[in-house]
């Protein structure tokens, strides 16, 4: 017996189509699965080694099947109808004492678009708190914020995917396209064919960097620096676009005023980056006919992350390659929906459509959606890691958690763990037991991608629809459907009547429409017709805006504008005490903090643990071999892993991934200092010491195991 499902690979922000096709035979215990990539206009029908076995995690065994309530330090199984007033009564009972915003919730962007506008209006409706925010704030809020101050709008990509091929000169600054978004290669492979010079920029010899023209291998944190020499070049050598800089922009001549204010000496020094490097870069970009540039975490996850990405959009405009056929700029999404759940309302200061919380007619319009007063609205909230400090000044006092691991995938991890242990109430809904859901007080079971129908935004802000098909195991239940749910046991059902995703989707359209990130013109018929849309789309007879910019910025005056970034040294220097620099990303097989691709034996199999990539000069000054366990120490805690020489990143720095927690967490030693403009964490640099593991490390894990 056979059934299939069309869905959309879980993880990154490519969501490719696939098909998943279940056989069941009668001489068998467990079905087999055979795994079809659907035709699709990002991936075209390719699926990389992550989706190929999506599949299996939402199939483990390991998946949370009914709710649990800790009691005596243990769980035990209770009925759905227990879980709902249990959790309802601690709210009360806590906001009773200590007030609304005692109470907070804590997001997630891989939630489909209905969950997180659910979440949203849950948190400012049921609880009417003002602490609402997700992890999304570690992905990408710095482009965002970026984009919104020079463009007057964020989203993913400003021109289609399939543009990439024909640009002339192609800058991926911090990204690693290869391991995070396989299915994309082939754009930029063929646009090499095409005679496209591509630019890396990278501390390490990523897959990526192996395909460029141009590897500059940047000192983590001086990216700012770099992308102000680059355009120190481009202006110094008239490589400009004087008519587009007056026509369409402003701001230019400070920005010109201090990039010429430079040394290209003292940019190579800052930066490790060699001076003929830089100007043959600068040289490739702006003499094209067309270019476009790519920013990732490895830019945007810094203490001046927002003026880096800045910097770099400043390139873009003083060349005036946007706004037409092979020229933009590209947010490289790492969550699967980070770009949708950015956008609807589950960020503190956000409303649906990209509207302002703090903005009076903003607050009046959505208010009017939901059919409340707009006095009854609460102000803005703060960023994720700042909740965290706010759980330990106990200002925040219970914590609901959807489809996150914030004791993983925070910085300073340590901080948050001692702060979610203080909670007088924890809830998590999730499909298995994370590491933040195991110090739960009560644990939800949630469904996954095979059995939650909703729409997903890609990176290039093209609008996707996601089948759910499949039944769900045991009394897993929709996130959207639980936050229904508790909202009636609040007293609050009448705003939350839904039985269907669609419907979610049809007030979603409502409370977007007029915004920044309109989504009125996109219906479910539309998508399940054309197969996808691209926001903005204010009316369903409109295609969608594919590119962005044409004609006109989302700025009043329709300009874009040019900021001053400053030359900054990293967050936190090396000394002698902590004498490298720590770099943290992703490996190919595993995807955040390895909750589901952990739970895959055939991506597990492909990485069991975590490791540190060191040079092997380095390694030889501190005494390491390859495949050690290796001690890496911050001011602020450490991790145990192992150590993976490797002559493809540089001498100063060490690389550690993100997927593990416990011991493996490299977040126990990351830098939770954050970026003024839109509070991104600096994980990409923090000063660290390493050493072998001895017997005296090993005895406390022991007893953990124990």
């Not at 891989?110 to 997180?116: D, F, G, R, V």
């Not at 890396?200 to 001086?222: F, N, Q, S």
């Not at 009046?364 to 400090?389: F, H, N, Q, R, T």
């Not at 669609?502 to 479910?524: C, H, M, N, P, W």
Request: aromatic share 6%; with cysteine; glycine share 10%.
């Amino acid at each position: 017996m056979q059934a299939s499902y069309d869905t959309q690979c879980p993880f990154c922000s490519v969501q490719c189509k696939m098909r998943v096709i279940e056989e069941r035979h009668p001489d068998r215990q467990r079905p087999t699965y055979k795994i079809e990539g659907l035709p699709n206009a990002a991936s075209e029908g390719r699926l990389c080694v992550k989706g190929i076995n999506a599949y299996q995690h939402a199939l483990s065994r390991e998946r949370l099947l009914r709710p649990l309530l800790k009691s005596g330090g243990v769980f035990r199984e209770i009925t759905w109808e227990e879980a709902l007033g249990v959790l309802a009564d601690r709210i009360s009972d806590i906001q009773a004492e200590h007030g609304p915003d005692a109470v907070g919730v804590y997001g997630g962007g891989s939630l489909t678009n209905e969950s997180a506008y659910l979440l949203g209006k849950f948190a400012r409706v049921a609880l009417k708190t003002r602490y609402v925010d997700y992890n999304g704030r570690f992905c990408m809020s710095a482009a965002a914020s970026a984009g919104v101050k020079t463009f007057g709008l964020d989203r993913g990509l400003t021109n289609p995917l399939s543009e990439v091929m024909h640009a002339e000169c192609i800058v991926l600054a911090g990204t690693n396209i290869a391991d995070c978004q396989p299915t994309l290669m082939p754009y930029f492979t063929k646009a090499k064919e095409n005679g496209a010079c591509i630019v890396v920029i990278d501390p390490r010899t990523t897959k990526t960097a192996e395909m460029a023209d141009i590897h500059l291998k940047v000192k983590p944190g001086t990216d700012a620096a770099l992308a102000n020499g680059l355009l120190k070049v481009v202006v110094e050598e008239k490589l400009t676009n004087p008519s587009f800089i007056a026509s369409r922009t402003s701001g230019y001549e400070d920005v010109q005023s201090y990039v010429t204010s430079l040394e290209l000496t003292d940019i190579a020094a800052l930066t490790g980056v060699d001076e003929d490097d830089i100007r043959r870069a600068a040289r490739a970009f702006g003499r094209a006919g067309s270019g476009m540039i790519f920013t990732a975490r490895g830019v945007e996850q810094h203490r001046d992350g927002h003026m880096a990405v800045r910097a770099f959009l400043n390139l873009i405009l003083a060349t005036g390659k946007i706004g037409k056929p092979g020229c933009g700029y590209g947010a490289v999404t790492g969550q699967g929906n980070g770009q949708g759940g950015r956008e609807h309302g589950q960020k503190a200061d956000q409303l649906p459509g990209y509207r302002l919380i703090e903005n009076p007619e903003d607050r009046a319009y959505v208010a009017g959606v939901w059919g409340i007063d707009p006095a009854d609205l609460p102000g803005k909230g703060v960023s994720a890691y700042e909740m965290m400090e706010l759980v330990h000044k106990r200002d925040i006092r219970a914590l609901l958690v959807m489809s996150s691991n914030p004791v993983v995938s925070n910085p300073n991890a340590a901080f948050v763990e001692e702060g979610l242990r203080s909670l007088d109430f924890l809830a998590v809904a999730d499909m298995f037991l994370s590491e933040t859901a195991m110090m739960a007080d009560l644990v939800l079971p949630a469904t996954a991608f095979l059995e939650n129908e909703g729409t997903l935004t890609n990176l290039e802000g093209r609008v996707l629809l996601r089948g759910g098909d499949r039944p769900a195991p045991g009394e897993a239940r929709h996130d959207w459907r639980l936050l229904s749910d508790l909202a009636a046991r609040l007293g609050k059902g009448a705003y939350f009547p839904y039985t269907s995703a669609e419907q979610i989707f049809e007030e979603l359209r409502v409370a977007s429409k007029g915004g920044a990130a309109d989504y009125y013109g996109i219906t479910y018929e539309r998508l399940r017709r054309e197969g996808g849309v691209y926001w903005p789309c204010p009316d369903p007879e409109q295609p969608g805006t594919a590119r962005l910019f044409e004609r006109r910025f989302a700025h009043p005056d329709g300009r874009a504008a040019f900021a001053v970034a400053v030359n900054n040294e990293p967050g936190e220097k090396e000394d002698a005490d902590y004498p490298l620099v720590m770099t943290n990303g992703r490996m190919l097989p595993h995807y955040l903090t390895g909750v589901q691709t952990r739970r895959s034996p055939a991506l597990l199999a492909r990485e069991l643990e975590n490791v540190m990539e060191i040079h092997p000069r380095t390694a030889e000054r501190h005494r390491i071999g390859d495949g050690e366990l290796v001690r890496v120490a911050s001011r602020r805690g450490s991790m145990i892993v192992r150590s993976r020489l490797t002559a493809d990143i540089r001498e100063d720095t060490v690389f550690v991934p993100m997927h593990w927690g416990g011991v493996q967490n490299v977040n126990n030693a990351t830098n939770p200092l954050l970026d003024p403009f839109c509070k991104m964490p600096d994980f990409k640099t923090s000063a660290v010491r390493i050493r072998t593991l001895n017997a005296a490390d090993l005895a406390p894990l022991e007893a953990q195991e124990g």
